[in-house]
């Protein structure tokens, strides 16, 4: 059976893996048949599967060591187990038991495991000799062993003894150093601490290829190679290799395979944008072997029988100038399994992860590093998977305990396929979240990383590379999703998480990279306290976020001001509830969404210099206790389809930006508790916009008190604000404005009657008309007219310029057809201006009134003689 099992696995190469869920057997292929021949060969072995006892005297070994000193104990345990494993091996042992004890190893001689073997501490202690070494590993697995294990018991380094007066970083001491191409490595319930380095170490060979460059655009051009026969063909949407890989390379030739990767961190290049790239086999002789169609970065080429030479095709029309691919065979561990360790105390890390399916399972991972020497030395977190050159592939971290640990709990860089899940992650309490932000890092450089169902308490966290963060609890956490190349931003998908007291900044460099969905974002009194500002920083380029709840007070719920703001972002379905202190929005589309007891909306450009910055709210709901919508910035601004009722005393919406268009069509705006005459729109004095308008709505307020429409506050008057007033609904709304523009009201009900303010006795003055606006006579009689009908649009006015007469800011006088504003208040001079006919043009006379030509004196015919 044996024989059997190593056949399967020689020809599988190593790839099979045990899943032991359903949801991981989905990332592995054929291992069900590998399985079920280990499960037969168990059931075969019966009580023929032997474990033995190691016997002290026979071996030479101690079990009771207390001088932690002593090197001949050391040596000879060393050497005794190592030759009691071996020979247990030659016999058939499947495992082998330790007397429960204490036994001191050398940091010379590691304990080496067999293959095909459980090394069964039954509860004792491995515990390393005090010594000066840099670097030493307690149990060693680098002999390219296969199903071999080690289990129950207990690893101590001698951190606390250790002789640092060295010098350097003495960060290699590891309690388990799993090395190169190993495969089927269990370990299993240990307590691994005290190490001067880490706890565990799972790492492989750099696999470099030498003498095989690819990093240089001298060697690409222009044109691709046939798939049928390998000859050289013209493509101008392709490029390919100058020459060739040569296959004869031993590291190649011993691994039977290669692959192409990037850098350390796995960039292949910024300007290299081919997701996969063809490869062409020739023989010895160079005649062609074989093709592959789209081979992927980063994954393992087997070689052919019979092939010599390989070309490649990269998929992208220009040649880059920055390229970094790698020819790379990486010999790692594949297939590790750590599972329920306590993992503690160690200077450096907890793991140093770097293979091909490695499981992390039901492990508590705490108290790493330190602020002294004896207790931590960078990078002090609880898993590093990093410098594999995207070799790290298909780790899975699930239900696993980490606290307590000095910098981060998970870094991963260059990673590909990591699923982190179950797991509660603790960052270090503190007053402020900048001492206790133990970092939970994902690099720009990883790609296919899963998130999903974890619980993270006090963590500062970063998804740099291509996530989808799932289903999780996030506690006092402040999460960064910013650029850390702009060459390879992914995307990031946040879904259906919750975020009690934490921020989220938003900072991608490319718009829509982002996108989270269905998550909830509670703040309460506690926020405060953990010194977490903003819910959501708005930087950057756009991005998405739908069906998400904001709730509760923040600290501070108006996001960061930053000069590199830019508009775009999309809001869909998204609650804002409960937050009084108001809520800061970016630019962007607004659809669906709910604001239901907030503070004051106000629109922030957040310091950005861009001048057509727009706000549309579009099918939007808002309930309101205050102030409804400050607008503040931007270029445009439209609510449509939407529904405000306020409960409270202020203003629909208020305009403060200068040169802002706004828009309300099809909306609903009722107060209908309202005590006091505050008006539905506010212009502030710092409004200059140019266009609104007011169509197809509903504006109502309480029967006890009327609100203005319209009020401009402030001295300053803009006449160049046109807006125009349409198909509306008034009830119990005070029309009268301190605005003399260019308003137009056509087809608006007030009270039940259509457009009430077009019926007069005489035209009203200083009021603006359009050409063809009809009056309607009001007090007609037999022989009068029916009305006027403009034939010359601009303002009416009867009042001439007068000398040495005190004038308002805002009064108007004609001159010529023309009509003149004060610009400001003063005492006219004693002779008459040059009054100017240009439109906009101003002219100061002697007395220092500034006066604004505004348009021209409105021209009206009668219509309509009554008999």
Same mark, same amino acid.
């Given at each position: 059976m ?23 057997a ?32 026979r071996w ?16 000879y ?18 495992e ?27 509860g ?45 970083t ?14 089927f490595?269990s ?8 190490c ?23 060697l ?20 390919r ?12 030739a ?6 192409l ?30 093709s ?18 390989a ?18 065979s ?21 793991l ?12 508590e ?38 606290h307590?640990c000095?910098n981060y ?7 590909r396929?990591i699923?982190?899940t ?33 619980t ?22 402040v ?50 306290y ?22 509760g ?25 409960d ?18 007891n ?11 210099s ?5 706000w ?26 939407s529904?405000?009722?306020?409960q ?12 802002v ?100 006795t005489?035209?009203t ?7 063809y606006q ?7 009689? #037999? $022989? =009068? ?6 034939t010359?649009? +601009?303002? *009416?006015?009867?009042? @001439?310029? /007068? ?6 800011m805002?009064s108007?006088?004609?001159?010529l ?10 005492? #006219? $001079? =004693? ?8 439109? +906009?043009? *101003?002219?100061?006379? @002697?007395? /220092?009134?500034?006066?604004?030509e ?13 008999q």
């Amino acid at each position: 059976m044996l024989g059997k099992i190593k056949s399967i696995f020689d020809n599988a190469n190593g790839q099979y893996a045990f899943p032991v869920t359903v949801a991981e057997a989905v990332y592995v292929d054929a291992d069900t048949s590998l399985k079920n021949i280990l499960d037969e060969w168990k059931s075969e072995m019966g009580e023929t599967f032997r474990s033995y006892v190691l016997e002290l005297k026979r071996w030479g070994v101690k079990n009771t060591s207390s001088d932690f000193s002593n090197k001949t104990d050391a040596v000879y345990n060393s050497i005794g187990i190592n030759k009691a494993l071996q020979w247990a091996s030659t016999q058939g042992y499947a495992e082998v038991i330790l007397p429960q004890g204490t036994y001191l190893i050398d940091e010379e001689n590691s304990i080496v495991p067999q293959k095909f073997m459980s090394l069964n501490l039954n509860g004792s202690t491995l515990r390393i000799r005090n010594n000066g070494f840099q670097r030493y590993a307690i149990v060693k697995i680098a002999n390219n062993q296969i199903y071999s294990r080690v289990t129950n018991g207990k690893i101590q380094g001698d951190r606390l003894t250790h002789d640092y007066s060295s010098g350097g970083t003495h960060e290699g001491g590891s309690g388990i150093d799993v090395f190169g191409g190993v495969r089927f490595i269990s370990i299993d319930n240990l307590e691994i601490y005290d190490c001067t380095g880490d706890a565990i170490t799972v790492s492989g060979t750099d696999g470099q290829v030498p003498l095989q460059p690819l990093n240089s655009s001298s060697l690409w051009e222009q044109g691709a190679v046939s798939l049928s026969d390998g000859s050289m063909i013209l493509s101008p949407t392709k490029i390919r290799l100058k020459g060739t890989i040569d296959l004869s390379s031993a590291l190649i030739a011993k691994n039977g395979y290669f692959g192409l990767y990037g850098d350390g961190y796995g960039g292949l290049g910024s300007d290299l944008t081919a997701r996969y790239f063809d490869l062409i086999f020739y023989k010895n002789d160079k005649s062609f072997l074989s093709s592959i169609n789209s081979a992927d970065f980063y994954e393992e080429i087997m070689i052919p029988m019979g092939a010599r030479y390989a070309s490649i095709v990269l998929d992208q029309p220009q040649i880059p100038t920055n390229i970094t691919i790698t020819v790379r065979s990486i010999e790692n561990p594949r297939n590790t399994y750590i599972e329920k360790c306590n993992l503690h105390h160690c200077r450096r890390q907890g793991l140093s992860l770097s293979g091909k399916w490695i499981y992390v399972r039901d492990n508590e991972i705490h108290h790493i590093g330190g602020n002294t020497q004896t207790d931590g030395t960078p990078p002090m977190g609880g898993i590093d998977i990093e410098d594999g050159y995207s070799g790290n592939q298909w780790i899975f971290i699930d239900k696993n305990y980490f606290h307590s640990c000095q910098n981060y709990t998970i870094v991963m860089k260059a990673s590909r396929n990591i699923k982190i899940t179950r797991n509660k992650i603790q960052g270090k309490f503190g007053a402020s979240i900048n001492s206790y932000n133990t970092l939970f890092s994902i690099s720009v450089g990883s790609q296919q990383m899963l998130v999903s169902q974890n619980t993270f308490m006090h963590t500062a966290m970063s998804f740099y590379g291509e996530t989808i963060a799932s289903d999780n609890y996030f506690e006092g956490c402040v999460l960064n999703l910013a650029t850390e190349d702009a060459s390879r931003d992914k995307d990031v998908l946040i879904d259906n998480c919750y975020f009690y007291n934490s921020t989220v900044t938003l900072s991608r460099t490319t718009k829509y990279k982002i996108r989270i969905k269905g998550c909830s974002f509670i703040n309460d009194s506690n926020k405060a306290y953990l010194g977490i500002l903003q819910t959501i920083s708005f930087n950057n380029e756009p991005q998405i976020l739908s069906d998400c709840i904001f709730r509760g007070n923040d600290t501070n719920y108006v996001f960061s001001p930053f000069n590199n703001l830019k508009s775009g972002w999309i809001f869909n379905n998204v609650t804002f509830q409960d937050i009084t202190r108001g809520v800061g929005l970016p630019s962007g589309s607004y659809v669906g969404c709910t604001f239901d007891n907030v503070g004051v909306i106000t629109t922030h450009d957040g310091g950005s210099s861009l001048t057509d910055l727009t706000w549309e709210f579009r099918a939007c709901k808002f309930n309101m206790n205050t102030d409804c919508i400050q607008v503040n910035a931007g270029r445009y601004v439209s609510l449509i389809d939407s529904l405000i009722v306020s409960q409270g005393n202020g203003f629909a919406i208020q305009l403060d930006s200068k040169n802002v268009e706004c828009k309300i069509v099809n909306c609903s705006i009722r107060f209908p508790n309202s005590s006091n005459t505050a008006e539905f729109l506010q212009l502030k004095p710092t409004y200059m916009g140019i266009q609104m308008l007011l169509d197809n709505n509903e504006f109502s307020c309480s029967d006890t008190f009327k609100k203005k429409l319209i009020n401009v506050f402030g001295s300053s008057v803009n006449t160049d604000l046109e807006i125009l007033i349409r198909n509306n609904m008034l009830k119990n709304v005070d029309l009268t404005s301190n605005y003399a523009g260019k308003v137009t009201m056509i087809n608006n009900s007030i009270d039940g009657v259509t457009d009430p303010y077009n019926y007069v006795t005489s035209i009203t003055n200083n009021k603006y008309y359009k050409l063809y606006q009809k009056i309607y006579n009001s007090g007609f009689s #037999s $022989g =009068s007219n029916e009305g006027w009908i403009c034939t010359l649009a +601009g303002y *009416t006015n009867n009042t @001439s310029w /007068s000398a040495s007469t005190s004038y308002t800011m805002g009064s108007r006088i004609n001159y010529l057809g023309h009509v003149y504003q004060a610009q400001n208040a003063g005492t #006219s $001079g =004693s002779s008459i201006p040059s009054f100017p006919i240009i439109s +906009g043009s *101003t002219v100061i006379d @002697s007395g /220092s009134i500034t006066w604004k030509e505004i348009g021209l004196v409105a021209a009206f015919k009668s219509f309509g003689t009554i008999q």
